[in-house]
């Protein structure tokens, strides 16, 4: 069992940069592949980027590729995502999730812990 929770969201101008943390309780992060996920609004939830287990190997999805980073410390069982540039689209609940898949996995269904999400509003 993995509890995760996030932080680091909330309300920010258009064009900020706020980094959301997500730390595991329980177990260590060290096994699991990471991910961030959003969902906005009446929309389904979509990945954002996903980080391997110790390589540090990385996969974006096209949403926030290019102005967003993940990057996680396994001693701190922590994983981040540094979102830059933000945009009023950008605007949804992001979470973290943690699955035992070593493949980058995209799925959804492949993740097997979440948090409970942080709200982050852009606002023009």
């Known amino acids: 069992q993995v509890q995760l929770g996030e932080s680091g969201g909330g309300s920010v101008q258009a064009g900020g940069s706020p980094r959301l943390s997500c730390t595991a309780s329980q177990r260590t992060i060290s096994s699991y592949t990471m991910g961030w996920f959003r969902q906005a609004p009446g929309k389904e939830r979509e990945l954002v980027a996903t980080?391997?287990?110790?390589?540090?190997?990385?996969y974006y999805a096209d949403s926030l590729k290019g102005r967003s980073t993940i990057s996680r410390d396994n001693a701190k069982n922590t994983v981040y995502l540094q979102m830059n540039s933000l945009k009023p689209e950008d605007t949804a609940v992001y979470y973290c999730?943690?699955?035992?898949?070593?493949?980058?996995?995209?799925?959804?269904?492949?993740?097997?812990?979440w948090g409970q999400g942080t709200q982050v509003t852009v606002s023009s």
């Open positions: 999730a943690a699955s035992l898949w070593d493949t980058l996995p995209r799925e959804r269904y492949r993740y097997t812990y």
């Open positions: 980080i391997s287990m110790t390589s540090g190997r990385t």
